[in-house]
């Protein structure tokens, strides 16, 4: 029930931070928020705040806060989104259309010169790891999906620049080229 509350009050801040951004009007946007869950929509994009266990440690949980869709095409470079998420997103995910073949990805990521001192990665090739210290970002890959972490402060607007950067080194390896947007 804490966690429910707090789920709550987070997500109505963020309702008005995008509403005053934004410029909306309340007919612009959809606001829903029960059991531990909020979901608002807006014309540029839809956001989602959950709480939930800690798999790894049930006495404790996750509270998670995500863009789910991004409908408008410079969304992400917007400061307005900037402004209304910096303090709730710290992570860029890319989920993959079809699984890569890992074992395949390393070998051309090795190729690069200026990604191949930043990567490690499971034996087995389940999963790679790059870390770029120049612009500190640090990405975990998996068959089904990316994710870029900026290493250190929180800071949106540098994330998805960064993200971007590494996209199109990562580009002759078979990445997508853009984080993706309308």
């Known amino acids: 029930n804490v966690g429910e509350t707090r789920i709550q009050q987070q997500s109505e801040a963020l309702y008005q931070s995008i509403r005053l951004h934004f410029e909306l009007k309340r007919k612009q946007l959809h606001y829903l928020c029960e059991g531990g ?5 807006s014309p540029h994009f839809a956001a989602e705040l959950y709480i939930d266990q800690d798999p790894a440690n049930p006495a404790k949980f996750l509270e998670t806060a995500q863009v789910v869709k991004m409908k408008t095409k ?10 209304c998420f910096n303090a709730y ?3 860029l995910k890319i989920e993959f259309m079809s699984p890569l073949d890992l074992e ?3 070998d051309e990521v090795e190729d690069i010169p200026l990604l191949e ?10 999963f790679m790891d790059l870390k770029l210290r120049e612009i500190s970002l640090h990405i975990h890959v998996r068959p ?3 994710t870029f972490k900026i290493i250190g402060a929180r800071d949106l607007a540098r994330l998805l620049d960064h993200s971007q950067q590494t996209l199109e080194l990562l580009a002759p390896a078979g990445f997508p080229k853009r984080i993706h947007t309308p």
């Open 74 to 83: 410079d969304i992400a470079q917007d400061a307005r989104f900037h402004s």
């Open 37 to 41: 869950y909020a979901h608002i929509e």
């Open 144 to 146: 089904l999906f990316a």
């Open 117 to 126: 001192a930043g990567l490690s990665y499971a034996p087995d090739a389940s």
């Open 89 to 91: 997103c710290d992570c």
């Open 104 to 106: 395949k990805k390393i």
